[in-house]
């Protein structure tokens, strides 16, 4: 599987304020919105490019654009705060979503809800969470990708664990991570040490769907 880590200093910095406990809400999601459009800004690093004339005042530049805007598919709840980065970036992607969380006490994930093209063949996806501890949830969404056909699949996440990354490794999935780090490994409730706590209630507070 291929990983880029984006280790830019300002990738660095916005990651730090994210761990950092004392960051309330806002300032937690200031700093992922910065670090998640870095994030984007480098997955898309080999999307295909059309050319075409470009008339500038002086004369005719090589123009380019995307061939085909990747289609960005955010793992609800957390991964919602990826979306204004990606569609900053590319402003003309669409948007699928997929709901899932993980039980707290089993730690696996639990879909409920789906909402994706039924057709993903030929179509790059970017899939956007924050955080990949044990793998189970990114896995299990990549997989409805690939029963769409996708093939073309990489996964954007801010802080990965090493337990998360060799699941997807081994898992054969066609994907291929961004990432800001890669954290050693998961406490006894499977959160990512050192990580930065639960992504979702960082960003929007308790959860409060029974699940
Ligand atoms: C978090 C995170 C991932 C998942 C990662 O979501 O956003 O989706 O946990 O854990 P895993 O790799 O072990 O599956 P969570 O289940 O806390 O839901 P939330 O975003 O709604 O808070
Ligand atoms: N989900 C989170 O939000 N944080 C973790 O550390 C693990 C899973």
Redesign the pocket.
């Known amino acids: 599987m291929r990983i880029s880590i984006v280790d830019h200093p300002l990738a660095q910095a916005r990651l730090t304020l994210m761990r950092d406990e004392r960051s309330e809400n806002a300032a937690f999601r200031a700093a992922a919105s910065d670090l998640g459009t870095m994030l984007i800004y480098e997955a898309s690093r080999d999307l295909p490019l059309e050319h075409f004339p470009t008339q500038t005042p002086v004369a005719v530049a090589d123009g380019a654009r995307l061939k085909q805007p990747p289609i960005i598919v955010p ?5 919602l705060s990826m979306i204004e980065p990606a569609l900053s970036m590319i402003p003309d992607a669409q948007v699928g979503f997929i709901g ?3 039980n707290e006490e089993t ?1 696996e ?1 639990v879909p409920y809800l789906e909402a994706l093209p039924e057709d993903l063949s030929g179509q790059p996806v970017f899939i956007v ?10 896995l299990h969404s990549i997989q409805l990708l690939v029963d769409r056909g996708a093939t073309d699949i990489t996964a954007v996440c801010m802080v990965s ?1 090493q337990p ?1 990354v060799d699941a997807l490794a081994n898992s054969g999935l066609p994907v291929k991570l961004v990432t800001a780090v890669i954290d050693p490994g998961l406490d006894d409730n ?1 959160y990512i040490v050192p990580g930065l706590g ?4 960082r960003m ?1 507070g308790p ?1 409060n769907i029974d699940l």
């Open positions: 793992i609800i709840r957390a991964g899932m969380a993980r730690h994930p969470d924050p955080m990949l501890a044990t793998g189970g949830s990114l664990a998360g499977s639960d992504a979702g209630d929007y959860r």
